[in-house]
């Protein structure tokens, strides 16, 4: 059985703002370079002292948690709606209160992460290219479909295959994460239900297996659209995106 502690945080009150958001830090936005602000919305992968490279669950099972540690969180640019990373430098305990482990979850939510338990705060700059920034940890078939999209998307050519292409990988991602097929309502004359990437991500936000940013930004760029006219490299910078978050660890 999940053994979890009886007395959190959580029994006096979180100080977030809504459900999985945490406490609100000054940054300077990669995408609209705007002053502005974001909050931890998930935890995604910690950093290691010393340059290490482990999976995020190792931290109490195999190391001794550090004194200070930086653990990375998706969040998103209040001025301009886009996905970034927070790194947050906490106590090492602190930090581990806040990961997930196989089967368990946190012993504290990230919306109940308080400013004054971050010591720093910086923003992850997205790599520039060559390719997509993707985790090391997702699945090697998910980046061998995604690498020849992003090489599309960044000549500027097949636009609709690109788009197809990040639908069917994101559907492969989302079931791989484990979150179950919709239930098939009626087919309008054109795919099942279930083969739908809204109600999918809708599912995987509120079941904590992506951030809130994941489905809001899906809708932003229309990744359901089946009309031409979207962006590929949007699409395609959304989907590692979704895969950086769906697959923590170094
Ligand atoms: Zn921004």
Known sequence: MVKLRAVGFGDFGPPGVGRGVGALFPIVCPFCHGKTAAAPEMFVRWRPPAGRSEAAESLLLRAPVPAEAWG???????ACDQPVFLELKTRGETLADLL????????????????NEVSECRVVTPKPPPGPNLPPSAPEKFLKTLRPLWEDAEKGRNDEGVSAGCRWLLLDVLKDIGVSAAPRRGVFGGKPEGEKLGPRLRAACEAGLLPRWAQTRAEAIEVDAKTRGGDPKAYVAYVAAVMRAAYPGF
Do not use: D, K, Y
């Open 100 to 115: 997930p482990r196989h089967r368990t979850p946190a012993r504290r939510a990230v919306g109940q992460l308080e400013a």
């Open 72 to 78: 990375i969180f998706s969040a998103v640019c209040a």
